[in-house]
């Protein structure tokens, strides 16, 4: 402490500071008396130990001198703000013991007011050394977990929605710009920067999932797309939900990029749905994709038109050419129903040498100038094989569906009127009068 006597000279302090008398001799913890200028004029009993110095060695000097740094230091600081503006000023300072330990003091200056005399300040300190080591402990293990998180491929979050409905994210981890390219300040200034990248189609799911796990407290599980410039991405939204104080509801969850997932799932689904000699809709995809035709085509009052295709002596080609020469013609005949049909018409082989096509807006007439175009298209087409030039025919039976009517039933209608073009000569479309 000689270096702080040194350079802070003991002042002569005068003897009238009776105004702190009985404070000062009943205060329970560390307090100390001093003047405008900073001097200590008294101490506390609880000061002496808290410091670890007698009053006779620190009356007299500047209080500033129990800074670490007593030229810039915060007391010094801490007394200038509370003279300046006559109210309590309060900070976290580290202050220097006798022993030459360093420890924080949680520090209270406030102006007394004096009466007739000058003004002076009462310093009341408070150890809270083991505090601020706790605090810094927390503090680097929060760092730490938060590192570990912005490692982890996804992000953590908390969302919060009040009884008035208000979305908010509370917390938002770093993972968050990887995975749509916003930083979590965004996010927690407004979720409308991620739901405005989502379709609509999506973000009305969204919040019926929501609203869904709200009312019934039940967890939140949700896909959605995000269209972002690089191209689309799949989120997975999974949380927790719980009631918070004051009607609030809280989502505790996680976000991760499963597009790759996605992607393979739709990869798997076009396997299962997808005839590997031709490329076109296998009988499962038929059916699974007729449902949504038949559904979109009932929402718009149209008629569905279907037609079961059958080539004809097929088995001769085989048998002359060799199967083969047979699955060539095949293939050849779905590239020609592919070039003569629309993208969102429905093709399928449904097996060996049998097809189905369902025309979306079904017409009848239009349906029936489609189906004779094809019909002679095929037979148009050369078949180069071996050296030979070859042709194949299809027979075509035709149906309409009404739109609440049933995929099989139509089906079997059709498969009749096969069965007919078959008997009548082949090479021909059958079906119901084009007229209506
Ligand atoms: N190359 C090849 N042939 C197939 C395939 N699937 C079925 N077939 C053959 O297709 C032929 C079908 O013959 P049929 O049902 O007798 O009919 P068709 O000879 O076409 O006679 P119609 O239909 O009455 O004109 C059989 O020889 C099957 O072996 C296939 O994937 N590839």
Same mark, same amino acid.
């Given at each position: 402490?000689?270096?702080?006597?040194?350079?802070?000279?003991?002042?002569? =302090?005068?003897?009238?500071?009776? $105004?702190?008398?009985?404070?000062?001799?009943?205060?329970?913890?560390?307090?100390?008396?001093?003047?405008?200028?900073?001097?200590?004029?008294?101490?506390?009993?609880?000061?002496?130990?808290?410091?670890?110095?007698?009053?006779?060695?620190?009356?007299?000097?500047?209080?500033?001198? $129990?800074?670490?740094?007593?030229?810039?230091?915060?007391?010094?600081?801490?007394?200038?703000?509370?003279?300046?503006?006559?109210?309590?000023?309060?900070?976290?300072?580290?202050?220097? @013991?006798?022993?030459?330990?360093?420890?924080?003091?949680?520090?209270?200056?406030?102006?007394?007011?004096?009466?007739?005399?000058?003004?002076?300040?009462?310093?009341?300190?408070?150890?809270?050394?083991?505090?601020?080591?706790?605090?810094?402990?927390?503090?680097?293990?929060?760092?730490?977990?938060?590192?570990?998180?912005?490692?982890?491929?996804?992000?953590?979050?908390?969302?919060?929605?009040?009884? @008035? +409905?208000?979305?908010?994210?509370?917390?938002?981890?770093?993972?968050?710009?990887?995975?749509?390219?916003?930083?979590?300040?965004?996010?927690? !200034?407004?979720?409308?920067?991620?739901?405005?990248?989502?379709?609509?189609?999506? @973000?009305?799911?969204?919040?019926?999932?929501?609203?869904?796990? !709200?009312?019934?407290?039940? *967890?939140?599980?949700?896909?959605?797309?995000?269209?972002? *410039?690089?191209? #689309?991405?799949?989120? #997975?939204?999974?949380?927790?939900?719980? @009631?918070?104080?004051?009607?609030?509801?809280?989502?505790?969850?996680?976000?991760?990029?499963?597009?790759?997932?996605?992607?393979?799932?739709?990869?798997?689904?076009?396997?299962?749905?997808?005839?590997?000699?031709?490329?076109?809709?296998?009988?499962?995809?038929?059916?699974?994709?007729?449902?949504? =035709?038949?559904?979109? !085509?009932?929402?718009?009052?149209?008629?569905?038109?279907?037609?079961?295709?059958?080539?004809?002596?097929?088995?001769?080609?085989?048998?002359?050419?060799?199967?083969?020469?047979?699955?060539?013609? &095949?293939?050849?005949?779905?590239?020609?129903?592919?070039?003569?049909?629309?993208?969102?018409? &429905?093709?399928?082989?449904? +097996?060996?040498?049998?097809?189905?096509?369902?025309? !979306?807006?079904?017409?009848?007439?239009?349906?029936?100038?489609?189906?004779?175009?094809?019909?002679?298209?095929?037979?148009?087409?050369?078949?180069?094989?071996?050296? #030979?030039?070859?042709?194949?025919? =299809?027979?075509? +039976?035709?149906?309409?569906?009404?739109?609440?009517?049933?995929?099989?039933? =139509?089906?079997?209608?059709?498969?009749?009127?096969?069965?007919?073009?078959?008997?009548?000569?082949?090479?021909?479309?059958?079906?119901?009068?084009?007229?209506?």
């Amino acid at each position: 402490m000689t270096w702080i006597r040194d350079r802070w000279r003991r002042r002569r =302090v005068p003897r009238d500071v009776s $105004l702190s008398d009985a404070l000062f001799e009943h205060f329970p913890g560390a307090a100390l008396l001093a003047d405008a200028d900073g001097v200590v004029l008294r101490l506390s009993p609880g000061a002496e130990a808290h410091l670890g110095q007698a009053a006779s060695d620190l009356v007299g000097t500047r209080l500033s001198g $129990l800074d670490e740094d007593p030229l810039r230091g915060e007391l010094a600081r801490g007394m200038a703000a509370c003279l300046a503006q006559g109210r309590p000023w309060r900070g976290a300072v580290r202050c220097r @013991r006798a022993d030459g330990d360093l420890r924080y003091q949680d520090v209270v200056i406030r102006p007394l007011a004096g009466g007739e005399g000058p003004p002076r300040l009462l310093v009341v300190l408070h150890d809270v050394d083991d505090l601020v080591a706790r605090a810094r402990v927390d503090r680097e293990r929060l760092a730490d977990l938060e590192a570990g998180l912005a490692r982890l491929p996804g992000a953590l979050f908390r969302l919060r929605q009040t009884p @008035r +409905g208000e979305l908010g994210f509370e917390y938002v981890s770093d993972g968050i710009r990887e995975l749509c390219g916003l930083t979590p300040e965004t996010l927690q !200034a407004s979720p409308e920067a991620l739901f405005a990248r989502m379709p609509d189609a999506d @973000r009305r799911a969204l919040t019926t999932t929501l609203a869904r796990s !709200a009312v019934g407290l039940t *967890p939140w599980e949700q896909d959605v797309r995000l269209t972002l *410039p690089q191209g #689309e991405r799949w989120l #997975e939204i999974r949380a927790r939900v719980r @009631r918070g104080r004051q009607g609030v509801t809280l989502w505790d969850g996680w976000l991760q990029d499963i597009t790759q997932r996605k992607e393979e799932e739709s990869r798997t689904r076009a396997l299962v749905t997808t005839d590997m000699l031709t490329g076109l809709l296998n009988r499962r995809g038929f059916f699974a994709n007729g449902r949504a =035709v038949l559904a979109y !085509a009932a929402r718009h009052h149209q008629r569905v038109a279907v037609a079961m295709l059958d080539l004809d002596h097929f088995k001769a080609l085989n048998d002359t050419h060799g199967h083969a020469a047979g699955d060539i013609a &095949l293939q050849c005949f779905a590239r020609t129903c592919r070039d003569c049909l629309r993208p969102y018409d &429905l093709i399928a082989r449904l +097996g060996g040498e049998e097809f189905a096509i369902m025309l !979306a807006d079904g017409d009848p007439e239009e349906a029936w100038r489609v189906f004779e175009r094809l019909r002679r298209r095929v037979a148009e087409t050369e078949l180069a094989l071996g050296g #030979e030039t070859l042709h194949i025919t =299809v027979s075509l +039976g035709l149906a309409f569906l009404e739109p609440d009517g049933d995929l099989n039933e =139509v089906l079997g209608r059709a498969d009749r009127a096969l069965y007919r073009a078959k008997h009548e000569g082949r090479n021909r479309v059958v079906g119901p009068s084009p007229v209506v």
